[in-house]
């Protein structure tokens, strides 16, 4: 039976939170060229970003950037030190760990901010 490992779930989290953050980014160009096209239609894609559906979108958006940046700070450790290297499972949890809590206190933060 094929068995999972995190160290192939860590791999698979930063394509889909890069792929994702880049989605994210044409979609904020796309809401942004929204915007420009004057007062109303800048008030609509506000009162939009405002929906309980974005808002989520945001705390999860938090939580791709803080997963995907931390791991690609774990990433670039094991590529020039060799402690890094043996360490690689530690740094790994502390990676998930990390990226847990800034997206819960963030999302937080976020959640009750208006």
Known sequence: ???VSVEM????????TGFSI????????WGMAQMSQGPDAFNRVIETY????????????LAAIAFHGLN???LILGE???????KHKLLLI??????FVVAVVGGYLMWVAE
Do not use: C, D, N
């Not at 779930?9 to 889909?16: A, E, N, T, V």
């Not at 880049?22 to 160009?29: D, M, T, V």
């Not at 502390?94 to 990226?99: K, N, S």
């Open 22 to 29: 880049i989605g994210f980014l044409i979609f904020h160009i």
């Open 9 to 16: 779930l860590s791999w698979l989290l930063h394509k889909i």
């Open 50 to 61: 405002k929906t309980p559906l974005f808002r989520v979108g945001e705390v999860l958006l």
């Open 94 to 99: 502390i990676t998930y760990a990390l990226a």
């Open 1 to 3: 039976m094929y068995r």
């Open 72 to 74: 690609g700070m774990r």
């Open 80 to 86: 020039f030190t060799h402690w890094a290297m043996q």
